[in-house]
């Protein structure tokens, strides 16, 4: 009969639902989850510096510079960790902050200086 999700995806093609709902339903590639996460890495021309959830309904990264295929989800034990405390907006943050994220997320920064570097990652649930 075939893999059932192959199947799905045509159907769901013949309907013409996007292509963003077969990728929800089954990762586009196979996940890798033996290897760490590389950072920053570079996936569809930009480069990110902490997971992302692009195209996926969890958190992932590349574990290549370039993407290449070759991912893994991530975990609250992946590099990179929060900078505390960290100055943003000539404020400085001790904790994660929903201050100025506009999905009212927590974040946090990833150096000492978030207006100079502008590096950050979106914190845990459990973090807010």
Known sequence: MGNPVRWLSL????????????VRISPPFPVF??????????Y???????????RSDYAWC????????????????DPPSCTFPF?????YFYKCTKEGYV?????????????KDGKWKQCSPHHQ
């Open 11 to 22: 159907a769901l093609c013949l309907h013409g639902l996007k292509s963003d709902l077969i």
């Open 33 to 42: 989850h033996n290897y760490s996460c590389i950072f920053p890495f570079m």
């Open 44 to 54: 569809d021309d930009i480069i990110y510096y902490n997971c992302i959830s692009v």
């Open 62 to 77: 590349s574990i290549d510079k370039i993407f290449q295929g070759r991912w893994r989800y991530c975990t609250a034990e």
């Open 87 to 91: 100055l943003f907006r000539n404020k």
């Open 103 to 115: 999905l009212s997320r927590s974040w946090c920064s990833l150096t000492r200086d978030y207006n």
